[in-house]
């Protein structure tokens, strides 16, 4: 294990101008042969968003938000991961990993990694935001193997080298993944779970009885495995294959991205603005990760349906608590959850918010991590 070094964005100018070049010089094609985005996204719609990002978008700005963050880099099992880390003034504070997945990255917790840290609420932790391996500005593998199980064994060692033995884990997408795997590997590790939401199959043996809301969970489920699910299967197997569009064309990127934010949030309810999404896109764009990020998919997303059985035993016994959003998918009930976390203490179901709660609803997820943890720790 390596020595934390400090880290700061630092993108040269050229860089900033190959990408308005780019922007600019896009080659579009025709409209869909629909108004709505059952095709994929409008035209009229990427094309405002680029021209946007090419012409009014200020990423200095951001770079300076992020540098106003402690940050760090850290060699772990021979790749450098970046991560936030914002210590509370409270030294016995609790110490907390949070981990983003696909297509998000910390950019997401910039707006909660304060709020959270504030000993002036409570409980606070001392908040630890890593890359993915991969994304952002961790290192990206040049060797297979870095799926959730070895991304978790990495967040041990990670948070070890920052002193701390025991922590808490809060993960949403492969973060929830990569949390549960924490827990599974090291137990006596971790303090509890914060999982938005859990991952847990929906229960056969119930499906006599379903509440409403479990029926509208199935009908999501299947729906979503016939329209939603083109991206993962891409991905899955051939990241390489999107990855060269993805890397070379930033409004392939802007399409291949936004398109889930649109279809995975609160649309209606959100606070993230354009710039908000552009600031996730950059951090795709800049160190050019659009191949190495859909590599997780091809090394751990069969794996993680396995887990999404109705038959799993792959339990976990360390103390949890999990949120489901609305306009989350999956969203599994209750029921569901505790045949798979044997120890679900807290669980909550918001009024509004979706799959990237932090960057949608800051002060509601802030809420809800403080409550989650405040119930796993009574």
């Given amino acids: 294990m390596g020595q934390s070094v400090p880290f700061r964005v630092e993108i040269a100018d050229e860089v900033l101008d190959d990408l308005r070049r780019r922007l600019r010089a896009t080659r579009w094609p025709e409209a869909a042969t629909v108004p709505d985005w059952s095709q994929g996204v409008p035209l009229d719609w990427v094309r405002d968003l680029c021209g946007y990002w090419a012409d009014g978008y200020d990423w200095r700005a951001t770079e300076t938000r992020l540098n106003a963050l402690p940050q760090y880099r850290m060699k772990i099992d021979g790749l450098r991961i970046h991560y936030l880390h914002v210590r509370c003034a409270d030294p016995d504070a609790l110490p907390l990993v949070m ?3 696909w297509p998000g990255s910390v950019v997401e917790f910039l707006k909660v990694a304060g709020p959270l840290s ?10 630890v935001c890593p890359s993915l391996p991969g994304y952002g500005f ?26 701390y ?29 914060h999982l938005v939401p ?20 199935l009908a999501d489920l299947e729906r979503a495995g016939a329209v939603e699910d083109g991206y993962s299967l891409e991905q899955s197997t051939r990241p390489q294959t999107i990855g060269y569009g993805l890397v070379d064309s ?7 991205i936004v398109e889930k934010f649109r279809a995975w949030t609160d649309w209606e309810h959100r606070t993230f603005t354009r710039d908000d999404l552009l600031d996730n896109l950059m951090l795709y764009w800049l160190p050019a990760t659009g191949a190495s990020s859909a590599r997780m998919y091809w090394e751990s997303f069969k794996d993680v349906q396995r887990r999404f059985t109705a038959g799993t035993t792959d339990v976990v016994t360390v103390p949890t608590g999990g949120t489901v959003f609305p306009k989350e998918i999956p969203r599994p ?3 569901w959850a505790a045949r798979r976390f044997t120890d ?28 989650c943890f405040r119930a796993l720790l009574a």
């Fill in 99 to 101: 981990t983003h997945g």
């Fill in 118 to 127: 504030d000993p002036a609420e409570g409980p606070a932790f001392h908040v």
């Fill in 138 to 163: 961790s290192d990206r593998p040049a060797e297979p193997g870095w799926g959730v199980e070895r991304t978790a064994r990495a967040w041990v060692e990670l948070m070890a080298g920052l002193g």
């Fill in 165 to 193: 033995e025991r922590f808490a884990a809060q993960g949403h997408d492969w973060g929830t993944s990569v949390s549960t795997a924490i827990a599974q590997q090291h137990p006596d590790r971790v303090i509890g779970l």
């Fill in 198 to 217: 859990p991952l847990a199959a929906p229960d056969p043996a119930g499906f006599d009885d379903l509440t409403d809301a479990e029926r509208r969970s």
């Fill in 250 to 256: 930033p409004a392939a990127l802007c399409a291949w």
């Fill in 333 to 335: 009930s209750r029921r």
């Fill in 344 to 371: 679900l203490r807290y669980w909550s179901e918001p009024d509004r918010g979706g799959h990237f709660a932090a960057f949608e609803q800051p002060d509601l997820f802030v809420a809800e991590v403080r409550a």
